[in-house]
């Protein structure tokens, strides 16, 4: 009798930007999510959306040195789902360099991300983005779910 665990896929957590799409990702509706942790993360998780109703989700995801990862709505349906995580804060991040801001997710949608906690995290991942594309927008103490993203 097999054991089903061994079987059972990890949760989706997205997808490799593995090409360039045809046009660029609408930064004019852009937006800061912070999501639940998994155990025993106390500071949640957070996840950059570029473009409105229809837009992508972008994160730092999967281990310690691992490509970011990309969602469509759906995907980011099934991210919450199978992680069992749930939407904390939704906040809008004015973009000033859309196409600067789209350079700088494309440089790190390329290349692994090296995840160090609280110095190097999800949080500096969005704010690398945002802040290429002129904002000023950050968390002081990397820390999602304990400070606004503002």
């Not at 939407?87 to 991300?113: E, F, N, Y």
């Not at 949080?123 to 304990?146: D, K, T």
Request: proline share 8%; net charge positive.
């Amino acid at each position: 009798m097999a054991n089903d665990k061994a079987t059972k896929p990890p949760p989706y957590e997205g997808d490799e930007l593995n090409m360039c799409l045809a046009r660029a990702f609408d930064f004019n509706t852009t937006t800061a999510i912070v999501v639940s942790g998994t155990f025993p993360n106390p500071c949640g998780h957070m996840v950059l959306k570029v473009g409105d109703a229809d837009g992508h989700y972008f994160h730092t995801a999967g281990g310690a040195y691992s490509r970011p990862k990309f969602m469509r709505e759906l995907g980011f349906q099934r991210y919450l789902r199978e992680n069992k995580k749930r939407v904390l804060s939704r906040r809008p991040v004015p973009i000033t360099d859309p196409i600067a801001a789209q350079a700088k997710l494309d440089q790190l949608m390329a290349t692994p991300w090296r995840w160090l906690v609280l110095p190097n995290n999800c949080a500096s991942f969005v704010e690398e983005v945002v802040q290429a594309g002129g904002s000023n927008a950050g968390l002081y103490f990397n820390c999602p779910r304990a400070e606004a993203f503002k």
